[in-house]
């Protein structure tokens, strides 16, 4: 187990914070005492909106996660008024099905795994010298089984898992806490298209962006890496992991049923 966070007084950031996963995530940690909450959004203009929505102690803020420069600069600008306890490196794209182009392998790649290591290249350090600080990682249930549609999304979000294990074991003696959160469906713009032979449907009913929140501060008041606001994606991993060719089969069929409506 890692060490617990405790959010009164906190300063927060959470990337992709204007929409969805990340927006409930900066209304809850508000909720729970957090001083500062900076959502950080490709879509500056959402961001702005969604800060003016959550209360003064929230700011907006136009990012692009995949520009090391950019995320240098806003964590400059954060800790010019207070040091940032806890990173949420949230944002994150739905693809197209099949094994994708290459702009598609290019852009998840750039969005799931590359700016989560600009933060650890960028902050990890600072937080390190003043003795520590949490890091948040969105990958995916995608990243712990897969996404039967999508190659990139679910390629990209096994290399975000990988990455928040490796950076865990690297840093954890040095006061850096890592969680890694791993849903299955939610109700969000990114599944608000999805038919209803949808991959991610395999996963059982969508739940909401609230419930995730709720994981969210669940398993960091714990200090724990692993969050499955499903449980039944524990069930799941640990399937894939007893009897790979096993799962691989009942993943062929599942697709098939899936498939054909049944
Ligand atoms: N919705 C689901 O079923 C589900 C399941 C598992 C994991 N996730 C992950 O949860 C995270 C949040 O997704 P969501 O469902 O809330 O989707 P969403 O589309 O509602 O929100 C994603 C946000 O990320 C922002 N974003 C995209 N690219 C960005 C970039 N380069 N820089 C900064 N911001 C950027 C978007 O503008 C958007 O506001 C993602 O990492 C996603 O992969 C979602």
């Known amino acids: 187990m890692g060490r617990p966070f405790t959010f009164p007084d906190r300063t927060i950031v959470v990337t992709g914070g204007a929409n969805g996963i990340g927006y409930a995530l900066a209304e809850r940690f508000l909720a729970e005492g957090a ?11 959402r961001a702005e909106a969604a800060a003016a929505e ?7 803020h136009a990012l692009d996660v995949t520009d090391a420069e950019a995320v240098a600069t806003l964590i400059k600008e954060v800790e010019q008024d207070s040091p940032i306890d806890l990173w949420c490196s949230n944002a994150g794209v739905g ?20 700016a989560h ?50 950076l865990a074991i690297r840093h954890g003696e040095e006061g850096i806490d890592v969680s890694c959160l791993c849903p ?30 709720d994981s969210v501060v669940e398993a960091l008041t714990e200090g724990r890496f692993l969050i499955l606001p499903h449980p039944q994606a524990a069930v799941m991993e640990q399937r894939r992991a007893s009897d790979r060719d096993r799962w691989l089969s009942g993943m062929r069929r599942a697709r098939a049923r899936l498939k054909s409506g049944n």
């Open 184 to 213: 299955l469906g939610v109700n969000t713009d990114m599944t608000a298209g999805d038919g209803p032979d949808a991959a991610t449907r395999l996963g059982g009913d969508y739940i909401e962006p609230s419930d995730v929140a």
């Open 117 to 166: 290591v600009h933060v650890a290249r960028l902050l990890l350090p600072r937080m390190i010298e003043r003795g520590g600080g949490h890091l948040l990682i969105t990958a995916s249930a995608a990243g712990l089984l897969t996404n039967i549609d999508s190659a990139p999304y679910s390629v990209t979000k096994h290399g975000a898992v990988a990455l928040a294990e490796w």
């Open 35 to 45: 001083a500062r909450v900076v959502i950080a959004d490709l879509d500056g203009e």
């Open 54 to 60: 959550l209360g003064e102690r929230a700011r907006g």
């Open 95 to 114: 693809t197209g099905g099949g094994l994708g182009t290459d702009a598609e392998w290019d852009t998840t790649w750039r969005v799931h795994v590359q």
